[in-house]
């Protein structure tokens, strides 16, 4: 019946199964019997999985038909799916992501697909007319252990036809006959194409034949040429015209002398022809001989162009990816919602500073409320003014930009660069909140400050984590002191990368923790740079870092946890970002380094223009022993420059000194044991050397000393086998003690004589005797990213 239950189908089609069986064991046993003795057939790999798969199929559908079987089944299929739910190999759709669902619907359509064929094709074959039909109250033969006897159960196919046997035969027939058609049209086809070929061949025959005028072969009119009575001489007269024009080619050839016209020409002798009667030229025929063989590879009198190394496409993508990833040419967004995922990764999003069809920066367009009226002469005066501006914060994000990639790419194995920056405060959050909640003052705020930190070979992201919101100079110290421990042993040159707000970063309270703080957290270290970025492009690694954090806190929230404190966000970065190292600061310890830098208010200085200041670099050495290494002087520069850091004088604008070291008494210096010398004056005259001069005494270089300082221009003259050169110069440095100075060498840029640039990799120290005068100071001119010294009257140089 058509509403039979499920059990009951399922069992009709099991017994209708075993008697198959039974039928198939019944015939194999008795081709396999003693009287029969053809030898066993193997069985192939195929028949053995289908096998067991029936055995599966049977064993399977006893369990299911035995009720406590088929429970302790039950039981544990379901312990199993609460393992893989554990495990996390299933879930639930509320559990699940959008593709993730998705997927998961699509196996569903499919397996209810595949079940409701399966039940169709059940439902077909029970109402299906059979006959000898086993009765229900059999049951199977092979369901019983002790089974020995065998019975053969026989269904004449003559007596039932099925609707799938006829259907086959039907099949077969009409393949039959549409296979017979295909094969007569083929050979039809085959024929046709034969007539074809035959009569184009013929075509081809008589269009040959029928052309007149047919010229003769070089080779054809020679031989005629020979036939006949007279043509001895003409024969000659064309031998000798081939020689001389032979010579005279050869002569032409060797009259050219670049190899292009070679190439040309050797072009311009070669042909169908002479490759047709090739082995009629003699090899002494160079020039001939050679456009033989240039025609195998060459058709035209192009001449041919180098090919290029094919390079592989993976560089060239690799070249674009790291053109748009370089920060002159886009900026990386800072907020936790600006990114994009590609191949299942968040790659924060970034923003094009150029527009690369117009090659001119991209302009937000914006419509201003206030109007202003005015002449045009003060709107042209304005924007000079405005044009000077613009042209240095141009010219500082470009130079900050590339000194810190130089120095990136070349940090030693004593260097350290610290990428540091505050993040926007984190708002603790819950998944659930009632409305005076989410409205009211209750939300706590972490300070998040991010840092990356830049080893030759390995990069680490620190976040630490703070309840105190403070940006304060003394936040930022406490901040730093776990980083500072992280940093491995032999660190010497320390290099700061932050933003330059005056509030935190970059005052005078600042100034003076670097002077004292660094020697204390980082033992051994020699010198140090702080960088600031220009304002508006502060941009960085941090940011990403600091959205990643936040963004990361806010999907465990919408997931349904709850964020409320420092250890509970935390936990959610270190469980979802490895590779993040988060870190928790202490408000009380913000609060004690915050009073002793109000205790040492008074030993810190202000620096006046300080705003123009891109740099701080500092020295740490003291020249007593015993005595704290601490920075004494601190050089501000108006751009980062990392070619020498510890005398390093380009771009300086000012310096810092603070009176660190304690004052010496006597008594730590002389001890009660010293004594006055009793030495002679005899004994001390012999024992010094004759050509000694006594630093006491003033000579030429000490009067010559006193007339340059620091940033004066010079003309130098150097003395080359009996050559005078003269060169103008700027001095960098004075040196007392040896009477000489270091000097940046100018190099001349017109045919007048009054236009320098400076070498700034040309640095030498030069002594007073070599000075051939002091010069007056140029006139500074702006070109672009370059800058030119111009004199107002004509420099005698004679450069080599």
Same mark, same amino acid.
């Given at each position: 019946s058509l509403h039979c239950s499920?059990?009951?189908?399922?069992?009709?089609?099991?017994?209708?199964?075993a008697s198959f069986l039974v039928r198939a064991r019944v015939r194999a046993v008795t081709a396999h019997s003693p009287l029969m003795a053809s030898k066993r057939k193997k069985l192939s790999r195929e028949e053995i999985l289908q096998k067991k798969r029936e055995a599966e199929r049977l064993r399977y559908q006893r369990k299911k038909n035995d009720p406590q079987m088929r429970e302790e089944m039950r039981i544990k299929e379901k312990l199993k799916y609460e393992r893989k739910k554990e495990k996390g190999l299933r879930k639930l759709a509320k559990d699940m992501t959008s593709r993730e669902h998705r997927a998961a619907l699509k196996k569903w359509r499919e397996h209810c697909a595949a079940y409701r064929a399966k039940q169709k094709d059940a439902t077909v074959a029970l109402n299906t007319p059979r006959a000898n039909m086993l009765s229900s109250d059999q049951g199977s033969p092979c369901s019983s252990a002790g089974c020995n006897t065998s019975v053969s159960i026989d269904f004449p196919?003559?007596?039932?036809?099925?609707?799938?046997a006829i259907n086959s035969h039907r099949r077969r027939q009409v393949k039959k006959r549409r296979e017979k058609v295909n094969k007569e049209k083929d050979e039809k086809i085959e024929a046709l194409k034969k007539k074809v070929d035959k009569y184009r061949k013929r075509i081809t025959r008589l269009q040959n034949r029928s052309k007149k005028n047919k010229a003769d072969t070089p080779n054809t009119k020679m031989q005629k040429m020979l036939n006949e009575p007279g043509g001895r001489k003409e024969v000659v007269k064309k031998a000798l015209f081939s020689d001389v024009l032979n010579e005279q080619l050869k002569e032409n050839y060797s009259n050219l002398k670049c190899i292009k016209d070679k190439q040309i020409f050797t072009k311009v002798l070669s042909?169908?022809?002479?490759q047709k009667f090739r082995r009629c030229i003699p090899r002494d025929c160079g020039v001939l001989y050679r456009g033989v063989q240039s025609t195998k590879r060459y058709n035209t009198l192009t001449v041919p162009v180098i090919r290029r190394i094919r390079i592989p496409i993976r560089y060239y993508k690799q070249a674009v990816r790291s053109f748009f990833e370089d920060d002159s040419n886009s900026r990386i967004g800072a907020g936790k919602k600006e990114y994009v995922t590609k191949q299942n990764m968040w790659v924060q999003e970034r923003q094009e500073i150029i527009d690369l069809k117009t090659k001119k920066p991209k302009i937000v367009t914006k419509h201003l409320k206030m109007v202003y009226n005015g002449h045009p002469r003060q709107i042209i005066s304005q924007l000079h003014t405005d044009l000077e501006k613009f042209f240095v914060h141009q010219?500082?994000?470009? =130079?900050?930009?590339?000194?810190?990639?130089?120095?990136?790419?070349?940090?030693?194995?004593?260097?350290?660069?610290? =990428?540091i920056d505050f993040s926007e405060n984190y708002y603790t959050k819950y998944a659930e909140e009632i409305q005076a909640f989410h409205f009211g003052g209750s939300r706590a705020q972490l300070s998040l400050h991010t840092v990356v930190v830049y080893l030759k070979g390995t990069i680490h992201s620190y976040c630490t984590i703070s309840d105190n919101i403070a940006h304060?100079?003394?936040?930022?110290?406490?901040?730093?002191?776990?980083i500072f421990q992280s940093l491995p042993s032999g660190i010497k040159h320390v290099h700061f990368l932050s933003d330059g707000p005056v509030t935190q970063y970059r005052n005078k309270t600042m100034f003076f923790t670097m002077a004292t703080k660094l020697p204390q957290d980082i033992p051994g270290i020699e010198q140090f740079t702080w960088n600031y970025t220009e304002s508006g492009h502060g941009k960085g690694a941090p940011d990403g870092v600091g959205a990643t954090c936040k963004r990361t806190a806010d999907f465990v929230v919408n997931a349904g946890g709850d964020i409320n404190n420092i250890e509970q966000f935390v936990q959610c970065i270190q469980e979802r970002c490895p590779n993040i190292t988060c870190i928790t600061i202490d408000s009380q310890d913000i609060q004690e380094m915050s009073k002793k830098l109000q205790q040492e208010a008074f030993k810190q200085k202000g620096f006046k223009g300080t705003l123009n200041v891109h740099q701080v670099t500092g020295v740490f050495s003291s020249s007593i022993s015993d005595l704290p290494a601490n920075c004494i002087t601190l050089t501000m520069r108006s751009l980062s420059c990392f070619c020498n850091t510890g005398i390093c004088e380009h771009f300086k604008i000012g310096n810092i000194t603070y009176d660190l070291n304690p004052r010496l008494r006597v008594e730590d210096v002389f001890s009660e044991s010293d004594s006055d010398s009793n030495i002679n004056l005899s004994e001390y005259k012999s024992n010094m050397p004759v050509n000694v001069v006594s630093d006491e005494v003033a000579g030429t270089s000490c009067r010559q000393h006193s007339c340059y300082s620091t940033g004066d221009y010079v003309l130098v003259r150097f003395l080359v086998k009996h050559v005078e050169y003269r060169y103008a110069a700027v001095v960098n440095k004075v040196d007392e003690e040896e009477n000489d100075l270091r000097v940046t060498f100018l190099k001349v840029c017109d045919d007048k004589v009054q236009t320098f640039k400076i070498d700034e990799s040309d640095i030498s120290d030069v002594s007073f005797d070599h000075v051939v005068q002091k010069l007056e100071s140029p006139d500074l001119i702006l070109k672009g990213n370059r800058i030119f010294y111009k004199f107002e009257s004509l420099v005698n140089v004679y450069e080599r």
């Open positions: 499920k059990r009951l189908r399922s069992a009709i089609l099991v017994s209708i199964s196919s003559n007596q039932i036809p099925t609707v799938t042909g169908v022809r002479l010219r500082n994000i470009i =130079h900050q930009y590339s000194a810190i990639n130089h120095l990136k790419q070349n940090l030693q194995d004593d260097d350290v660069l610290i =990428h304060s100079p003394a936040a930022i110290w406490v901040h730093l002191g776990p």
